[in-house]
């Protein structure tokens, strides 16, 4: 008895929903993989332009462990070490290493709090973190508690953090460490599109929290001074400053980087010129005679 060829086999319903499904799930993985290229894409133009020295680095929140990409280390398990959050943040950036964070790989209180991994004990929300060796009074501690920016307790398990430029995961959010040079062209180009404007709040402690969790919460940028601790172990540089772009604002950077590189205007553009009565743009000239001012 033959085997009955498979053009005449009777093609079922069933047969024609799978099909469908793994066409459509094809088509996921491809979409998938294409965004992602584009991403690596972007961070690999946001370090050429802006001549950065770290690689900018994407960071995910993770609701389940399920969701830790492919590749990534965790301390704790793979190494046997536990690490202050901003040193992870560092190594990602400084050696390109994909990371995860779950409660057991951290070694610093401020992330575990503030990430949701544990609830707050009574003595943090009592303000005794900070009072009286940062904050003078117990009252105005308890006030920067409150008005801290957190996570609720148990929401998400962990995060992932990876060079933007070799990304496997969609992030929640891109760091940019760079120096204030570099910062004001990174927020000419986010300017560039529409006139958007960043505005932050500088809380000079907890810069591990600051550079997520605010950008997270509200979808805006944010700009952070790297804490004492990331100084001390994280080998953040005096000149350093934080920019935080949400992935929903990440375009509107690119459209501004890719209008500079097309115009050949790169962060090095910029030079010193320390001169008087130095040429001026036609606008300048024009507001100048307007207001009876020489503009020779």
Known sequence: MGIPHPLNHEITYADLTSLKDCASKVVVKL????????????????????????HPIAVKLLRSESEVPGGSIRPKRDNGERWALCQAFSLARRQG???????????????????????PPESYLKGLTSYPFFIASQEAAIKRVKEGFR???????????????????????????????????????LRYKEGYQV???????????????????????????????????????????????PRNRLEELMVGLKSFEERDLTFKSFTFVMRPNFPQPPFYREYFKMWGLDSS
């Open 31 to 54: 979409r998938v993989e294409e965004n992602l290229e584009t991403l690596r894409r972007y961070g690999e133009l946001i370090e050429r332009l802006a001549f950065l020295k770290t």
């Open 97 to 119: 290493l994909n990371i995860t964070m779950f409660k057991e790989d951290h070694w610093c209180f401020e992330p575990l709090i503030s990430y949701g991994l544990v609830e």
């Open 151 to 189: 996570l609720p307790y148990g929401k998400y398990v962990g995060l992932s953090i990876a060079p933007l430029s070799k990304v496997n995961f969609e992030p929640d959010v891109v760091l940019i460490y760079c120096n204030p040079a570099q910062l004001r062209y990174l927020l000419l180009a």
């Open 199 to 245: 505005t932050s709040k500088f809380d000079p402690i907890g810069s591990c929290v600051q550079s997520v969790i605010p950008s997270f919460l509200t979808g805006e940028c944010w700009i952070t001074v790297p804490d004492p601790g990331e100084f001390e172990r994280a080998i953040a540089g005096e000149d350093e400053i934080i920019l935080t772009v």
